[in-house]
């Protein structure tokens, strides 16, 4: 049986070596990901083997930052939202490696991703988790955990702070 570890994006993982398939993905974490941790732009974890050993080969990753939103006609979003901009956790970006897709490591990052969002907003407050998908078939795979398009064929997705409330969001069907 595999263990895996989810670390913060450090000197020890092996950037280089990832390729999820996706171009824009794999370059933003081979070139621009660390830089944004270590500036406080963004955080970006990353799944590894747990008896991995330096440089970790990654499996996959996911990248939270904070967003501010205008979500008045969003589905899910509260009513009542004062005319100022509101405070949102953003999953900017989640990909794994081509050799480990389909395994379910896609939906252990997006779980932990909406457990972390949970934590953040009960802390810091926040109206819920939104999610940029890269293309229409990612939209349809984070429609499985619950994300609802803002308007009609956006790639901009939301899921609500209440819907984070029960734990970490798992993929239905
Ligand atoms: C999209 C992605 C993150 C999913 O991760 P994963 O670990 O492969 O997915 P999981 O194992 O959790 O889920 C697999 C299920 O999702 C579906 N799925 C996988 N990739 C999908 C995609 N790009 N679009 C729609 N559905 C997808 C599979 O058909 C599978 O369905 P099944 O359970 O009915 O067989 C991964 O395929 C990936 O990194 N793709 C390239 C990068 C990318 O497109 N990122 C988009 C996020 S912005």
Redo the contacts with the bound molecule.
Sequence with gaps: MSLYAIELLSAAHNRVGFS???ES?DRYFREIARGHLEKGVSITRVIVEADACDPKPVL?YFTLSGIVVDAKPWSGAPKGLPSQAIPAVLLG??????E???????????ATASQLAHETITRTGGIGLV?????D??A???A?FGFKPVSAGSLRLFLPAKSLEGGAVI?R?
């Design positions: 999820s398939g996706l993905v996959g970006r989640l990909a794994v490696a081509t480990y897709q389909g395994k379910g490591i896609g939906a252990i990052l997006v999610v940029d998908a890269a293309h078939q990612a349809l795979y984070y499985r993929p069907g």
